[in-house]
């Protein structure tokens, strides 16, 4: 089988995260990759003036972002019906990816989540992710960016969860299935 490639040299990127080192490893991957021009910032603010300024076809920023952090910068970006790069692919980078920082990236409208430390075949990985499979953008009064559902195949035997979608019937209790004393000796 042939290995996924993409054509990355026309596009250019923003890598926007307070550490230097950080920022030079990020950009000195892309470039590898074959990316035509590689932007940094080092705060939120920076990073918006750049999205707002510049052409910037994808977008890295970190989330503890000097400023503006990375979720607020990325709903500002989302929010702005005027930027013609509103729906630019944002990939979150983070070296906290418990749950709520998940989805307080998807909620901000962030394409993905990239744990740090980041790896050249984790970046490729995410970039073919993004470019093969997008996903559909959503505007609601609330939230503008990728469908937040990353499977959209319906349920079962076109059972859901919609109110109007009918109950099942679950069987009613018929009292404990073993009694005390029973799981008591389970325990000595």
Known sequence: MAAATLNLREL??????????????VSRILLNF???KVMDAYTGPKALDLVKGKKVDVLFC????????????????????TLKN?????????????????HRARDSGANL???KPVSPNILFDRLLWVAKSPRPFVETEGY?????????????????????????????????????????????
């Open 113 to 115: 989540v990239v744990a």
């Open 62 to 81: 970190d989330v503890n972002l000097p400023e503006l952090d990375g979720f607020d910068l990325t709903k500002t970006i989302r929010a702005d019906a």
């Open 86 to 102: 509103r729906a630019i692919p944002i990939f979150v980078l983070t070296s906290h990816t418990q749950a709520n920082n998940v």
């Open 144 to 188: 503008f960016g990728p469908d937040r559902r990353f499977k959209i195949e319906g349920f079962p035997d076109g059972v859901g969860r919609r109110e109007e979608d009918s109950a099942s019937e679950v069987s009613g209790e018929d009292g404990p299935a073993m009694s005390q004393d029973e799981i008591d000796n389970m325990f000595t």
């Open 12 to 25: 250019n990127f923003l890598v926007a995260d307070a550490s230097k080192n950080f920022q030079t490893l």
């Open 34 to 36: 074959g990316a035509g």
